[in-house]
């Protein structure tokens, strides 16, 4: 290890290679405290090439690298076991933004908001949009196939993907920086390494699809009986305003609560209680569009067909962003009420209702005082299915029960025919879950691709498809 430090030194220099435990420290933790790795160094390259000679360096001497970028995740991927961890985030450069031809290519340590920033500055949309937006960096959203709030009309990171620049195992670079709608020319390698959580290859550099930015966008609140006026309105909506409709959004009562307890400023958007709430947004760049006219009648139909019982729209932006606010800062606001089992889940739409109230009912009678906060992004299927711990139980004691609830949960995704992870990831948290529910032959043909693309298992080791279980907390 001391002659790979010595060699990263004279080529990074002093100051990109971190040593120090002061300073290897803020990289060896989650952002959910529930891991805590160790490493003997951090390296921060500036530039591809570097990049490869770090993992070459790496490799020649049988030292694991774990990739990182805002660290943002909350799966644990992440989160490094000895070795080294590199840093990408000098590699914060936007290469080129091509409006015509509506791409961007940029490095892997672009900030998110810094990319959506510069996109806007071209007239253009970069929709992959999630609540870290301010630290995540693209690199990281890649390797995950991170989703967020706007898959509904954009789809994933992997939709958003035209190219890729990969750092391999072994130190290559493959140069796949394409900007091409169309290519059929073999296999579609890029597709191997986004969402491979860095295990397969380290994404330095990539080539991503920009929108038209919209003209006219119009966000309101519903309140709804219960999720399945929720599905009936959002299948109401997909109908009238087509691909105007970019987010939709549900939350329960108690997640509205929590928000308003704990969020400064929030305010309670409509009077009276309501068994489910939904935030919807229309957007678009048509420049004839009148989104809140199209919001307007749409909702004017459903509540005259009694599927919601009432809403409100915003009339301006600093309204449409104060309704975003409420959806935005649930998170935090479950944070502020005490410890939480979290479950980020996917089951087919039609199916959304029935598994609320299937799992709702067997976490309650498991533990009395329990607290089920689902929200999340109904209209593509994924439900953050999160438990908030009994009043007076202690953190500990409740968080213990992690295990418990995975099953309980999983259970009924899988019954369901969804899926354990929908758009977090695996890492560590839920390593052993894929291996309990994945397909037999899909975890095999996993395994041989992590054994041809990394045969010495140095990147990323114990992540995804490693060894063992991994119980939150250890």
Not at 55 to 72: F, H, I
Not at 111 to 135: C, H, K, N, T, V
Not at 162 to 179: K, S
Request: with cysteine.
């Amino acid at each position: 290890m001391d002659g790979l430090l010595d060699a990263l030194r004279a080529r990074l220099g002093a100051a990109h290679l971190l040593t120090a435990p002061e300073d290897v420290e803020p990289y060896l933790a989650e952002q959910r405290r529930l891991y805590r790795g160790e490493a003997r160094a951090v390296a921060r390259p500036g530039s591809t090439e570097e990049v490869a000679f770090v993992v070459r360096a790496c490799a020649e001497a049988g030292v694991p690298v774990v990739a990182q970028g805002g660290n943002t995740g909350l799966v644990g991927g992440g989160v490094p076991r000895g070795g080294l961890v590199l840093s990408l985030a000098r590699m914060n450069g936007v290469r080129a933004i091509d409006p015509v031809g509506a791409t961007a290519t940029v490095e892997a340590g672009v900030i998110l908001q810094d990319l959506q920033d510069a996109a806007e500055a071209a007239g253009l949309l970069f929709p992959l949009s999630y609540a870290s937006r301010g630290s995540a960096r693209i690199g990281g959203g890649i390797a995950t196939n991170a989703g967020g709030v706007q898959v509904l009309s954009y789809g994933n990171a992997r939709d958003l993907v035209l190219g890729l620049e990969v750092v391999l195992a072994d130190g290559r670079v493959w140069n796949g920086l394409r900007a091409l709608r169309k290519d059929n020319a073999g296999y579609d390698l890029k597709q191997l390494f986004i969402g491979s959580e860095g295990t397969l290859g380290i994404v330095t550099a990539a080539v991503l699809r920009l929108f038209p930015r919209p003209r006219s966008t119009t966000v309101a609140f519903a309140g709804l009986a219960s999720p399945e006026r929720a599905l009936a309105l959002f299948a109401r909506l997909r109908d009238a305003c087509d691909r105007d409709l970019t987010a939709f959004e549900v939350m329960p009562p108690f997640g509205l609560d929590l928000v308003l307890a704990h969020t400064p400023g929030a305010v309670r958007p409509l009077a009276g209680a309501h068994g489910a709430y939904a935030l919807i947004e229309l957007a678009s760049a048509r420049p004839d569009a009148d989104t809140r006219a199209e919001m307007e009648a749409a909702l004017a139909a459903t509540l005259e067909a009694g599927i919601v019982e009432d809403a409100t729209v915003g009339a301006s932006e600093a309204q449409n962003r104060a309704l975003w606010r409420l959806r935005e800062a649930m998170p935090e606001a479950q944070k502020r009420a005490g410890a939480s089992i979290k479950h980020d889940v996917s089951v087919p739409l039609s199916s959304l209702p029935a598994f609320l109230s299937e799992a709702t009912a067997a976490c309650e009678a498991a533990m009395p005082g329990i607290r089920v906060c689902a929200f999340g992004h109904f209209g593509d299927g994924n439900i953050h299915f999160n438990l908030s711990q009994p009043p007076g139980m202690a953190r500990e004691t409740f968080l213990a029960e992690w295990g418990r609830f995975n099953r309980i949960v999983h259970d009924i995704v899988h019954a369901r025919g969804g899926s354990i992870a929908a758009e977090h990831g695996v890492g560590l948290l839920k390593r052993a879950e894929l291996e309990r529910y994945g397909d037999p032959v899909g975890l095999d043909l996993m395994r041989r691709l992590k054994t041809a693309l990394d045969p010495d298992g140095i990147l990323n080791p114990g992540k995804v498809v490693g060894e063992g279980a991994a119980d939150p907390g250890r």
